[in-house]
């Protein structure tokens, strides 16, 4: 199957990582569901796209709710065909100290991150050990190192990334690879809305993250669209298990 006619799933990829991930690999050549919370969130990235020639669908759903997630799938498959890429980038902040974190903080975060990736990759993997071939890139983070206010954020990601070594191992078999993107310092809406919790103007949230960075500046949504491109392709196709931090610098 060439990557023309080849089918993605990106959720909450109405913004930020996931909206720049969906118009990547549109560009690519790959017909795109963009998938968000509320359908109408995703119009503009799905305008995006067609305007630019590519093919693309807006779907709502919460990624938590498993009804909601199949219906998804089904619909999909439905309307632009079988799915064959999956990036799981829907996320959620929900930060606050340890001792001050509620349940439903914690809960909110590990239903989004977690049990969503479990619920997409789940409805999605039967279209993909059906073709015989799929891409699975879960997004992940530097926070799965360990950050002050993150408890629920850097369990979440750290789980994500013991769960993609674990799909690489079962679904490698059946021509299918996964791999976790760990995103560092990416301006986005989530950047900001850190900035705004610790009381930082974002400009010089963003200049005191940079001069940490190695590469001496913060990162965009497109760093990491690239690297989702290159897992999503044909040439990754020896790649599998694998966290690869896109943080302008070597992480542990």
Do not use: C
Request: charged share 20%; aromatic share 6%; hydrophobic share 50%.
């Amino acid at each position: 199957m060439s990557e023309q006619s080849r089918v993605a799933i990106v959720t909450g990829a109405a913004r930020g990582i996931g909206a720049a991930t969906a118009l990547r690999l549109a560009a690519d050549g790959l017909a795109v569901a963009v998938v968000d919370l509320e359908e109408s969130a995703a119009a503009s990235t799905v305008e995006a796209i067609v305007a630019a020639g590519g093919r693309a669908i807006a779907v709502g759903a919460d990624v938590a709710d498993r009804v909601q997630v199949e219906a998804a799938v089904e619909r999909i498959a439905a309307e632009l065909g079988a799915p064959g890429v999956l990036v799981n980038n829907a996320g959620v902040l929900r930060d606050n100290l340890l001792f001050k974190m509620s349940d439903a903080d914690w809960d909110t975060v590990l239903g989004v991150h977690l049990r969503g990736a479990f619920l997409f990759t789940q409805a999605a993997q039967k279209h993909m050990v059906g073709q015989r071939w799929g891409r699975i890139v879960n997004l992940s983070s530097t926070s799965a190192l360990g950050n002050r206010g993150q408890a629920n954020y850097a369990a979440a990601k750290a789980g994500l990334q013991g769960f993609t070594k674990t799909l690489a191992i079962e679904l490698g078999p059946f021509g299918i690879t996964a791999n976790a993107v760990a995103p560092g310092f990416i301006v986005t809406d989530m950047t900001a809305a850190t900035a705004a919790r610790i009381g930082v103007e974002f400009e010089e949230f963003q200049r005191l993250g940079a001069a940490e960075i190695p590469v001496r500046r913060v990162g965009r949504p497109e760093d990491v669209a690239h690297t989702i491109s290159y897992l999503a392709s044909e040439g990754a196709s020896f790649v599998s298990g694998q966290v690869i931090y896109v943080a302008g610098g070597p992480r542990d």
